[in-house]
């Protein structure tokens, strides 16, 4: 079938006008992913898929890829984002607003009682945790504590430290024989 070039030209340019609610898509896109990575794919899809679409539509209305059609599929985007679009950019910014005001606010609220939360939860365990570590610290005192008695030490701490020490270490043989 064969179309005049008024009819492509129209054609392409209601099919431009259409796809910018694929546009559309992608500027929600970027207002929620406000990463510059994110705005570069979300640019770069946009182009493949509106140069795919040029093509189908030009094969379509002639087996061939003609300056009218790629001249109506541009004016139709741009028609769009010109009228509807920038209406339509006008309450999602306004919503991307309110929306991150108030996830802001949840968030804000959230971070407020999970400190408290925290700050009590820590402070409960810091009496447990000095407890413990009271205990602990007492017991490694107690074991390195020397045995005394009234004039002098009972036994050397060197020899537990090297390891030697046992009970039959530290026993002094001796004879003891009593005067009668």
Known sequence: MSYSIPDCFMIAFICGLAFGLVYEAFRIVRLVLR????????????????????????????????????????????????????????????????????????????LEKSKKAFGAFAH????????AADYFINSQKNLSKHLHSKDKKVYNKDIIKNGKG????????????RGS
């Open 166 to 177: 046992s009970e039959t270490g530290h026993v002094i043989q001796a004879k003891v024989t």
């Open 35 to 110: 990463f510059k990575a994110a705005v570069f794919v979300c640019d770069v899809l946009f182009f493949i898929l509106a140069a795919g679409l040029v093509f189908r539509l030009s094969m379509v209305l002639g087996n061939y890829v003609r300056v009218y059609t790629i001249m109506g599929f541009g004016a139709g985007v741009f028609a769009y984002i010109v009228t509807i679009g920038r209406v339509l950019n006008m309450v999602e910014s306004a919503a991307a607003v309110v929306w991150r005001k108030t996830i802001g606010r949840f968030a804000r609220l959230a």
């Open 124 to 131: 409960m365990l810091s009496g447990i945790f000095g407890k």
